[in-house]
């Protein structure tokens, strides 16, 4: 029999611990009788989760790990092995009836124990270890559903041991299983980004496409101001900034650095700024003369962007030698990409709970201050 109070318990086999007390004949103390009990203060610690998932992210599938993310399958599933270990070893078998694991619910995810561990009671594993496993299938409706939970486990009522993990979602799948209200089969990070207000993707007149050639990291149409995102827009450009060279004595300076070198939503942003940068430019090309077509207006030229190029040349730092596309377009492709860094657009990377992104152990993009 095992007796408990707040953070201790006693293996009571010979029923000394009663609610009654033993009198001698002379009238006073308790009297043994030859029984015993021993009395333990366990120490409990947490090994999954363990550590910070902030300052010492673990993404490890075995023990020790504080980071875990939904798999990729059509409906996506989380698996979490908890497991705390009991010091002196011996007492985790006689407490472990008297302890409950709980863990943070992840929205409207499903959440469901293992048939071993009925409402998060533990087994009892190897050297002390209490543990139990909890499952979550179907990822949550909203970005702020992620991100950092607690595990605890509980003796008695009294909490004896806590330590905090982060839920995440992989980025490039598209089991979100939610509506999309303009695309979808949406990859995961469009519609959790979006959702979340994490880096600037509008609702109205954006899309994911996942036909968009490989090539293409994302573009817009002229006509109806729609912007569309392929995969690649939530990678990043290894080969940017760009260096180009005008030949024109005339222009000054010869040579311009342009394009962001942002990752993950850094680099979403950077494209948005560079797709409504070709729509800016396109408004004023309906009212203003644009004598080489290059879709810049002619008294644009000479500064817009803090960029020099000729109105009577489309491409004036001949970046058709890199791409070949913008041979009649040139210069409104430089000034598109010199928008890029303009960071008109606020980032929240504390919202970004992608994996990889900025708050994973994969870390992609811009960090976040602990």
């Given at each position: 029999?095992?007796?408990?109070?707040?953070?201790?318990?006693?293996?009571?086999?010979?029923?000394?611990?009663?609610?009654?007390?033993?009198?001698?004949?002379?009238?006073?103390?308790?009297?043994?009788?030859?029984?015993?009990?021993?009395?333990?203060?366990?120490?409990?610690?947490?090994?999954?989760?363990?550590?910070?998932?902030?300052?010492?992210?673990?993404?490890?599938?075995?023990?020790?790990?504080?980071?875990?993310?939904?798999?990729?399958?059509?409906?996506?599933?989380?698996?979490?092995?908890?497991?705390?270990?009991?010091?002196?070893?011996?007492?985790?078998?006689?407490?472990?009836?008297?302890?409950?694991?709980?863990?943070?619910?992840?929205?409207?995810?499903?959440?469901?124990?293992?048939?071993?561990?009925?409402?998060?009671?533990?087994?009892?594993?190897?050297?002390?270890?209490?543990?139990?496993?909890?499952?979550?299938?179907?990822?949550?409706?909203?970005?702020?559903?992620?991100?950092?939970?607690?595990?605890?486990?509980?003796?008695?009522?009294?909490?004896?041991?806590?330590?905090?993990?982060?839920?995440?979602?992989?980025?490039?799948?598209?089991n979100h299983g939610q509506s999309c209200p303009t695309c979808a089969?949406?990859?995961?990070?469009?519609?959790?980004?979006?959702?979340?207000?994490?880096?600037?993707?509008?609702?109205?007149?954006?899309?994911?496409?996942?036909?968009?050639?490989?090539?293409?990291?994302?573009?817009?149409?002229?006509v109806t101001g729609l912007i569309s995102f392929g995969s690649r827009?939530?990678?990043?450009?290894?080969?940017?900034?760009?260096?180009?060279?005008?030949?024109?004595?005339?222009?000054?300076?010869?040579?311009?650095t342009v394009g962001g070198s942002g990752k993950g939503i850094q680099?979403?942003?950077?494209?948005?700024?560079?797709?409504?940068?070709?729509?800016?430019?396109?408004?004023?090309?309906?009212?203003?003369?644009?004598?080489?077509?290059?879709?810049?207006?002619?008294?644009?030229?000479?500064?817009?962007?803090?960029?020099?190029?000729?109105?009577?040349?489309?491409?004036?730092?001949?970046?058709?030698?890199?791409?070949?596309?913008?041979?009649?377009?040139?210069?409104?492709?430089?000034?598109?990409?010199?928008?890029?860094?303009?960071?008109?657009?606020?980032?929240?990377?504390?919202?970004?709970?992608?994996?990889?992104?900025?708050?994973?152990?994969?870390?992609?993009?811009?960090?976040?201050?602990?």
């Open positions: 029999m095992t007796v408990s109070g707040n953070g201790w318990f006693a293996d009571n086999a010979d029923g000394l611990i009663t609610s009654h007390v033993h009198m001698s004949e002379n009238g006073g103390g308790n009297v043994a009788q030859n029984l015993e009990a021993t009395l333990y203060v366990p120490k409990f610690t947490f090994v999954t989760p363990a550590g910070c998932p902030v300052t010492e992210p673990k993404a490890t599938i075995a023990s020790g790990g504080n980071q875990f993310t939904f798999s990729a399958a059509p409906t996506g599933k989380l698996e979490m092995f908890l497991q705390v270990k009991v010091e002196p070893p011996e007492a985790a078998a006689l407490i472990a009836e008297h302890c409950v694991f709980t863990v943070g619910n992840i929205g409207n995810s499903v959440k469901k124990w293992d048939i071993a561990n009925p409402n998060g009671k533990p087994t009892v594993g190897l050297n002390g270890m209490l543990e139990a496993v909890v499952i979550f299938e179907g990822l949550p409706q909203n970005n702020d559903d992620f991100g950092w939970k607690m595990a605890e486990l509980w003796m008695d009522g009294t909490l004896v041991a806590s330590n905090r993990y982060g839920v995440f979602f992989d980025k490039h799948a598209t089969n949406c990859e995961n990070w469009f519609y959790y980004w979006r959702q979340g207000g994490v880096c600037g993707i509008p609702f109205s007149n954006c899309v994911f496409d996942p036909l968009l050639p490989f090539n293409v990291v994302a573009q817009v149409n002229y827009a939530a990678s990043e450009d290894l080969q940017s900034p760009y260096t180009f060279t005008a030949l024109d004595p005339l222009i000054s300076p010869p040579l311009i680099f979403v942003a950077e494209n948005l700024q560079h797709e409504y940068e070709h729509l800016y430019v396109r408004q004023q090309l309906n009212m203003l003369p644009d004598s080489d077509g290059d879709g810049i207006p002619d008294q644009m030229e000479a500064s817009y962007k803090g960029i020099m190029t000729s109105p009577n040349n489309p491409d004036t730092y001949h970046i058709r030698f890199r791409w070949s596309q913008y041979a009649l377009s040139g210069d409104q492709e430089l000034r598109a990409r010199r928008a890029e860094t303009d960071k008109t657009i606020t980032l929240h990377p504390e919202r970004d709970w992608a994996n990889p992104g900025s708050q994973h152990a994969n870390q992609f993009g811009p960090k976040v201050n602990p």
